[in-house]
């Protein structure tokens, strides 16, 4: 790769109206340098600068013909080198359903891309590059990529330890792909079984553990060169609606809020944490306007900044979602949302609708020029922070040596033999020898494998059982098996020595439920394998060994496996207490219960 004054020279018009040239870029923080690359930004690229947008295509220049179509229809722009040149965006998000992540040195190639456009600007600034790389449901970049357990799994671990390897690991292959920030950790306490959209993506109930275990990942992400984000302020966790299509309301009160959902907020701020991002949810006890807090000045400004002190960038969740639209027009919600103290707009729905609003609010005086200067001055800071200033590219031979090696993906294993959590083992079931048990019928949900992940869950079950010496069969029976379906379960499980069935979210009387019973009217012995929540096993009254794994990637259900064989022994302990389904006000399995062996 060339150098980064190398390609500056070369490239015509990348300084045009600095006077300083090239050494703009290594500043380093200070601010008064800092203000003065902000002096000569003309209005419309400050406007740009705090934008973080989504683009179709896994080449910055020369995406696939669907990309550019996608692209034409929802931005106006053929490709990400022209969205860069159109709109002057700070930052880009990468999404598998946008096609930006094909493979690691591909995503390497684009981010590349991405800023050599950006900087052959007239003042160009390299672009912040960031994705939702959670880890167990959540990841944007799959297979080679390392994918660890993800927050609830560590939850079930206690590790700090791991929580801090994770996010070294995960940080130094993002950095190597040219991706500078990453929308993790979630720092929301999962107090609500029922969470839609939050759940095993908790590290857990107990708001003094998953302050804890955010504050370590963070460590590990920052201190790999990764800006981390903490989210969702002022708390997602006690949420029975999905913010991506509804609005929900938190009825905690203040005081609940600061012994509950704070904690892990101030944790995050306390361990310097670069980014915060907002949540698309009424919150009437901190402000009772009615108003989504990324809306929110009282919450945003008066809470965030005011009382938790920080001063770090403040980012949205995607101004897509159904949770931040249904008070306002798109017009006015990225105006709002900087005048309630955002710093980054993420992906709104229509760029030209958001981007010309903010515009035209300042034109109009609605917002002041200062006031974009300083959410500005917060996103170069941070660009400073992470070298983007200094060195925008990466070296794509590099990738290779750092993404999805083998001590990574080692490590990746060993924390997931440290999460599996034993529920249920009555009569010592568990574990199963291939000598007594040699023959197994592997059933359950198949439920879309998170990205980037082997898959499906009872495929990649029964090759790990049948690799550590057992005859495993695989028979996907789906999240809601038919009559039919179930029949021809039981006809299977006749000729198993032992069944190991995986739920996905049961329900009492649903047709999860009813497989599982069906089962073990068979006298065969049966294992289940809770791999989302572990809410499940209280539904399962009649199972002998209950086992949760928090999520169906790899990783995790080989872990499992291994568990199951005998090959390590199950260390996890509940992040989360685990209601009795016939009174949920009783708790069946309380937070640290986890059996052995």
């Not at 300084?15 to 902000?38: E, F, N, Q, W």
């Not at 990466?394 to 529920?423: C, F, M, Q």
Request: aromatic content about 4%.
């Amino acid at each position: 790769m060339p150098s980064r004054r190398t390609l500056l020279a070369a490239t015509a018009g990348v300084t045009a109206g600095l006077a300083v040239g090239a050494s703009a870029y290594a500043l380093g923080s200070d601010d008064k340098k800092l203000r003065s690359l902000i002096s000569r930004m003309t209005l419309e690229e400050k406007v740009g600068q705090l934008f973080v947008m989504r683009v179709y295509g896994h080449s910055a220049t020369d995406p696939d013909q669907v990309d550019i179509d996608a692209n034409v229809e929802e931005i106006g722009v053929r490709t990400a080198a022209e969205l860069v040149a159109k709109y002057r965006v700070g930052g880009i998000i990468y999404f598998t359903w946008t096609h930006n992540t094909r493979d690691p040195r591909q995503v390497a190639e684009l981010s590349n891309g991405i800023q050599r456009a950006s900087l052959a600007q007239p003042r160009g600034l390299p672009v912040l590059i960031a994705t939702d790389q959670e880890h167990g449901a959540v990841c944007r970049i799959g297979k080679p990529a390392t994918l660890f357990p993800g927050a609830m799994a560590i939850g079930a671990g206690g590790s700090a330890a791991d929580a801090r390897t994770l996010g070294r690991i995960s940080g130094a292959e993002l950095r190597a792909m040219g991706v500078r920030q990453d929308y993790s950790p979630d720092a929301d306490v999962n107090v609500n079984p029922a969470n839609p959209i939050i759940g095993v993506r908790s590290f857990g109930a107990d708001p003094d553990a998953v302050g804890a275990l955010v504050a370590a990942e963070v460590a590990g992400y920052q201190a790999a060169g990764v800006a981390a984000t903490a989210k969702h302020f002022p708390g997602h966790g006690d949420t029975a609606v999905d913010s991506h299509t509804g609005f929900p309301v938190i009825t905690h009160s203040r005081e609940l809020w600061e012994k509950l959902d704070a904690v892990p907020f101030r944790a995050a701020v306390k361990a310097g944490i670069d980014s915060i991002m907002t949540a698309h949810l009424q919150f009437p006890a901190l402000d009772d306007s009615g108003d989504p807090a990324t809306l929110s000045h009282p919450v945003l400004t008066g809470i965030l900044r005011g009382e938790l002190g920080y001063d770090g960038v403040v980012v949205t969740d995607s101004l897509g979602m159904e949770g931040v639209r249904t008070k306002y027009g798109d017009d006015r919600v990225p105006v709002l949302a900087l005048k309630a103290g955002v710093d980054q707009l993420l992906n709104p729905p229509t760029l030209d609708v958001a981007w010309n609003a903010v515009l035209k609010a300042v034109q109009g005086g609605e917002l002041t020029e200062s006031r974009l200067d300083e959410s500005i001055l917060r996103i170069l800071r941070l660009k400073s922070r992470l070298g983007l200033l200094d060195r925008p590219y990466v070296n794509t031979k590099d990738v290779g040596r750092v993404v999805g090696t083998a001590r990574h993906l080692a490590a990746a294993d060993r924390i997931a033999e440290r999460t599996t959590t034993l529920l249920v083992n009555e009569g010592g079931l568990l574990p199963l020898s291939h000598a007594t048990h040699g023959r197994l019928l592997v059933v359950g949900a198949d439920p879309a494998s998170p990205s980037g992940t082997t898959g499906p869950p009872t495929g990649v079950l029964a090759t790990a059982l049948t690799e550590l010496g057992f005859t495993a069969k695989a028979l996907s029976t789906g999240t809601a098996p038919s009559a039919a379906t179930v029949d021809q379960a039981v006809a299977a499980a006749r000729d198993a020595d032992a069944v190991v069935v995986g739920t996905y979210n049961v329900t009492a009387g649903g047709e999860q439920q009813r497989l599982v019973e069906r089962l073990v009217a068979t006298g065969r012995p049966v294992v289940a394998v809770a791999v989302r929540n572990p809410y499940d096993v209280a539904q399962l009254p009649t199972v002998k060994a209950v086992l949760a794994s928090y999520s169906w990637t790899d990783v995790e259900l080989r872990a499992a496996a291994r568990v199951i064989a005998g090959r390590v022994a199950p260390r996890g302990r509940l992040p989360v207490p685990v209601q009795r389904a016939d009174d949920p006000a009783q708790v069946l399995y309380p937070i640290g219960h986890g059996l052995t062996y």
